[in-house]
């Protein structure tokens, strides 16, 4: 396999998972932390870095902090803080608008909808009521409101948030309930890739950032949900939940059953 000069070659951790799995004579005892997405007990070591081990799972393809290194909330909040998310900066909106752009065509006029995690500027709930839809805005930290929660919309953005998901199954099961059949779900976050050198890459060095998705694990998540999802750009994630009566997406094989969805009225 060739590979182009300043990247690593990709480390065989599939060959490693297929030989335990297969392998009667080796037990199958956990040494490492089971996949917060997909509870796959079985999951390998992807590296150590800034002080942090970070695990893979082969089944979703999820790659995961060492939840004993994750930051206290304390640290977490005051991380965010430093961040400078100012509805006016121009730059920002332009940031934002790799989303946004290609969302806004999808959104009947009217369609209202959550910002969720907004963080410590909501510039994204700006640009979308600036283009005519209502949005309301849900952070753990700064806008901590359950009472919208208890709502459903037609679609839900969720920026630079997914990467802080300590718990992302449940996380998504709750943006599932929050949609309306439908609505539409917009995530921007970061991608692995599997060439490069995870401890160099800046994404890991953000000591809140502690999931990291593969465009196979996006795929996977839509799979599980019945989603349908498409990628208007490398870091960008469209999906539809389908209208009452249309035919859901077929979920993965690993999946024998639907996942439950955290109904609005369930809290957080």
Same mark, same amino acid.
């Given at each position: 396999?060739?590979?182009?000069?300043?990247?690593?070659?990709?480390?065989?951790?599939?060959?490693?998972?297929?030989?335990?799995?297969?392998?009667?004579?080796?037990?199958?005892?956990?040494?490492?932390?089971?996949?917060?997405?997909?509870?796959?007990? !079985?999951?390998?070591?992807?590296?150590?870095?800034?002080? *942090?081990?970070?695990?893979?799972?082969? *089944?979703?393809?999820?790659?995961?902090?060492?939840?004993?290194?994750?930051?206290?909330?304390?640290?977490?909040?005051?991380?965010?803080?430093?961040?400078?998310?100012?509805?006016?900066?121009?730059?920002?909106?332009?940031?934002?608008?790799?989303?946004?752009?290609?969302?806004?065509?999808?959104?009947?006029?009217?369609?209202?909808?959550?910002?969720?995690?907004?963080?410590?500027?909501?510039?994204?709930?700006?640009?979308?009521?600036?283009s005519g839809h209502?949005?309301? !805005?849900?952070?753990?930290?700064?806008?901590?409101?359950?009472?919208?929660?208890?709502?459903?919309?037609?679609?839900?953005?969720?920026?630079?948030?997914?990467?802080?998901?300590?718990?992302?199954?449940?996380?998504?099961?709750?943006?599932?309930?929050?949609?309306?059949? =439908?609505?539409?779900? &917009? !995530?921007?976050?970061? #991608?692995?890739?599997?060439? &490069?050198?995870f401890g160099a890459?800046?994404?890991?060095?953000?000591?809140?950032?502690?999931?990291?998705?593969? *465009?196979?694990?996006?795929?996977? #998540? &839509?799979?599980?949900?019945?989603?349908?999802?498409?990628?208007?750009?490398?870091?960008? =994630?469209?999906? *539809?939940?389908?209208?009452? =009566?249309?035919?859901?997406?077929?979920?993965?094989?690993?999946?024998?059953?639907?996942?439950?969805?955290?109904?609005?009225?369930?809290?957080?």
């Open positions: 396999m060739h590979v182009p000069p300043g990247k690593k070659q990709p480390v065989q951790r599939h060959c490693e998972y297929t030989r335990l799995r297969q392998n009667p004579l080796m037990p199958l005892r956990p040494v490492n932390p089971p996949c917060p997405l997909c509870h796959e007990s !079985i999951t390998l070591t992807l590296a150590s870095a800034h002080g *942090r081990r970070y695990f893979d799972c082969p *089944r979703c393809r999820l790659a995961f902090m060492d939840p004993a290194d994750r930051p206290s909330p304390e640290a977490e909040r005051a991380r965010y803080d430093t961040h400078e998310n100012d509805p006016s900066d121009p730059g920002y909106r332009s940031f934002l608008s790799r989303l946004l752009d290609p969302l806004r065509p999808l959104l009947p006029p009217g369609s209202r909808g959550l910002d969720y995690g907004a963080g410590p500027g909501p510039a994204l709930q700006a640009m979308l009521e600036e209502p949005t309301r !805005i849900y952070d753990p930290f700064y806008a901590p409101d359950p009472i919208v929660l208890e709502d459903r919309y037609d679609f839900v953005t969720c920026t630079e948030t997914a990467e802080h998901f300590h718990d992302p199954e449940r996380e998504f099961r709750r943006l599932d309930g929050l949609l309306r059949p =439908g609505g539409w779900l &917009a !995530i921007m976050t970061e #991608v692995l890739d599997d060439q &490069a050198d890459w800046y994404y890991a060095r953000d000591p809140t950032h502690v999931v990291f998705y593969r *465009r196979t694990t996006l795929e996977w #998540v &839509a799979d599980r949900h019945g989603w349908m999802v498409h990628f208007p750009h490398r870091n960008v =994630g469209l999906f *539809r939940k389908p209208a009452e =009566g249309e035919r859901q997406c077929q979920g993965p094989p690993s999946s024998s059953e639907a996942p439950e969805t955290i109904r609005p009225d369930a809290g957080g």
